[in-house]
Nanobody, 118 residues
């Protein structure tokens, strides 16, 4: 059973940085596309970034390009999200997601809260 455990959320001022981590277990990490999503109360969960399982291609939503960086640590079965130049509109619960391409199954972590004060 795949398990995803996020860590690293917290409170930061505008312009600051945070680093989120997602620990993966229960299957072959290298087979999974790993992504981050975020959600604020009353809104749908929003895609942030994904790193593909083969080749390591990354895709970012426009609002975070140039500020956020996703990285995969294969030796530690971990995916990280470095968030720089944070803005109040980045405030959300951030969720780690894992999915084998073309498979219907998708896995979610429990979420970690990020608050950016103005």
């Amino acid at each position: 059973q795949v398990q995803l455990v996020e860590s690293g959320g917290g409170l930061v001022q505008t312009g600051g940085s945070l680093r989120l981590s997602c620990a993966f277990s229960g299957s072959t990490f290298g087979d999974y596309a790993m992504a981050w999503f975020r959600q604020v109360p009353g809104k749908e969960r929003e895609f942030v970034v994904v790193v593909r399982p083969f080749g390591g291609d990354t895709y970012y939503t426009d609002s975070v390009k140039g500020r956020f960086t996703i990285s995969r640590e294969r030796a530690r079965n971990t995916v990280n999200l470095q968030m720089d130049s944070l803005k109040p509109e980045d405030t959300a619960v951030y969720y780690c997601n894992g999915k084998v391409p073309y498979s219907p199954r998708t896995y979610w972590g429990q979420g970690t809260q990020v608050n950016v004060s103005s």
